[in-house]
Nanobody
């Protein structure tokens, strides 16, 4: 059974960096596209960045392009989200999610995925 454990959130000042991790277990790792979504208080959930499994196609929301980098380590069965130049508007709970391929990565990043982690909070102070 697929399990997602997301971690790495915390409190950081504006301009700082954090790296989120999503550890995947219970399934063949590269069969799944993995995404990061976030939900700020009072706002709808939004797709931040997603990465395909076998082809590693990536997608970034416009708001994070040039600041965030998604990557996957197949040996470690982990997907990372490196977040640099953080802004207060990046604050929210970040969720790792997974979807069995084949998928259209940008579409999945906009609409959501099948399986979800428990979330890790990120707070960026001004």
């Amino acid at each position: 059974q697929l399990q997602l454990v997301d971690s790495g959130g915390g409190l950081v000042q504006a301009g700082g960096s954090l790296r989120l991790s999503c550890a995947v277990s219970g399934v063949t790792f590269n069969y799944y596209a993995i995404g990061w979504f976030r939900q700020a208080p009072g706002k709808e959930r939004e797709g931040v960045s997603c990465i395909g499994g076998t082809m590693s196609t990536t997608y970034y929301a416009d708001s994070v392009k040039g600041r965030f980098t998604i990557s996957r380590d197949n040996a470690m069965r982990t997907v990372y989200l490196q977040m640099n130049s953080l802004k207060p508007e990046d604050t929210g709970v970040y969720y790792c999610a997974a979807h069995l391929e084949p998928v259209h990565v940008p579409t999945m990043c906009l609409t959501g995925m099948e399986h979800w982690g428990q979330g890790t909070p990120v707070t960026v102070s001004s």
